[in-house]
């Protein structure tokens, strides 16, 4: 077995094995209690006689006959409440062979029981879309794939079991993200490159330019008034007893967070593109290896940053659809709270990215113009890199 895939093999494995430990990490406890219990239901029938429709909204109670499907009362049959609040983005109506989720309280159910239909069940779905998602990366990406996949596992983890109970816990957000995005970096960068100089390379170069980001984050949030509130459910979260939390700090960490991977991206392509160099052509002194990671850098930082803008733009379409509705300027609209913390986010996420290019190339003509001979690959030997003439 070569060195490098045993080397490969040894990280995997061991990133595998924080993975499986960081499962069984302990749910911090909540701080609202949460009434009744819940279960999978099978709509049967509806009655929609009690619910008024004006236009495109609805407003009233749609009452369902459903059929619990798991749980200590699966097989029985009851009534339902599905309440419209003519809210279009929270309100849902079930018909005859969906799926729900049902919450009811804690006790033997019976006809007097008062059940609320509180959603679609989307588990079956969502599963059938994740193990495509899965079985599709490994197929295609075979050994990478696995590797790839391993990272999402991973992130996925690291948010869910470290950086919202820290927060939660009362951590500077901001600084709490930023230590979770250096973690995640290192992982999936030395992962995919192995731990060599061009790994260190893109993790160095990435770090500055997310470090570098996060500054100006807490710096333009401030200047510009920035509400952290804007964030989904924030408001909700301090009603659930979290008044402690810093909202505009939970903003700018989450802001990080949103571009680290565009800036991991771009880290690794001026990396790996230095380190080709670099092994193609040995003699190249560090300034023409940091030029060439320069003139990578531009090329990619132009699709990058607009990738950036595309991203945040798509999630608020129907914001600018109504200004533009209203007939308001540009000027006006880009001072309402949300398109200004829209806009922000990308203004400053794309300026870390352009930022990691000269970090990277400067990271990467140090340490790959001294590490030349060490690169991936091994050391070309003498009559092959003595036929490769230095430019």
């Given amino acids: 077995m070569k060195r490098s895939l045993r080397r490969e093999i040894i990280i995997v494995s061991i990133l595998a094995l924080v993975c499986a430990g960081m499962c069984f990490i302990p749910a911090p406890r909540p701080l609202a209690s949460q009434m009744g219990r819940r279960a999978s239901a099978r709509v049967l029938a509806t009655d929609e006689s009690e619910i008024q429709t004006h236009g495109l909204l609805k407003f009233g109670t749609q009452v369902l006959t459903i059929e619990i499907l798991d749980g ?6 009851c009534t339902a409440a599905n309440e419209l609040r003519a809210q279009m983005e929270l309100d849902k109506v079930f018909s005859p062979g969906d799926t729900a989720i049902v919450v009811m309280p804690s006790g033997e159910l019976d006809g007097r029981t008062v059940v609320t239909a509180q959603d679609h069940d989307r588990s079956f779905w969502f599963l059938v879309l994740g193990i495509s998602f899965c079985a599709v990366l490994c197929v295609f990406g075979g050994w990478i794939g696995v590797k790839a996949l391993l990272s999402v596992v991973f992130c996925c983890l690291t948010i869910w079991k470290a950086v919202i109970p820290l927060t939660l816990r009362g951590w500077p957000a901001g600084w709490t993200i930023f230590a979770a995005v250096c973690l995640l970096t290192a992982a999936i ?3 995919v490159s192995g731990i060599n100089r061009k790994g260190l390379a893109a993790f160095t170069g990435a770090i500055s330019g997310v470090f570098a980001g996060l500054c100006m984050a807490h710096g333009f949030t401030a200047l510009m008034k920035i509400n952290g509130a804007v964030l989904p459910y924030s408001q909700n979260l301090i009603y659930c007893g979290c008044d402690f939390l810093d909202l505009q700090d939970i903003f700018v960490g989450a802001m990080i967070l949103a571009s680290s991977g565009a800036v991991m991206d771009l880290a690794m392509d001026i990396a790996a593109g230095i380190d080709e160099v670099a092994r193609h052509s040995p003699g190249l002194p560090v300034r023409q290896l940091i030029g060439s990671g320069l003139r990578i850098g531009r090329s990619v930082v132009g699709t990058m940053t607009t990738t950036l803008l595309l991203a945040y733009s798509g999630g608020y379409i129907t914001l600018l659809m109504m200004f533009c ?3 308001n300027s540009p000027w006006e609209f880009l001072n309402n709270p949300l398109v200004a913390s829209e806009a922000v986010k990308t ?17 990467g003509g140090f340490l790959l113009a001294r590490g030349k001979n060490q690169a991936d690959g091994g050391c070309p030997d003498q009559k092959t890199a003595g036929s490769i003439p230095a430019k």
């Fill in 189 to 191: 960068l030395f992962l």
């Fill in 347 to 363: 203004l400053i996420g794309s300026f870390a990215l352009v930022l990691v290019a000269p970090f990277t190339a400067v990271a």
């Fill in 72 to 77: 200590p009362d699966a097989g029985k049959r």
């Fill in 325 to 327: 509705v209203q007939g």
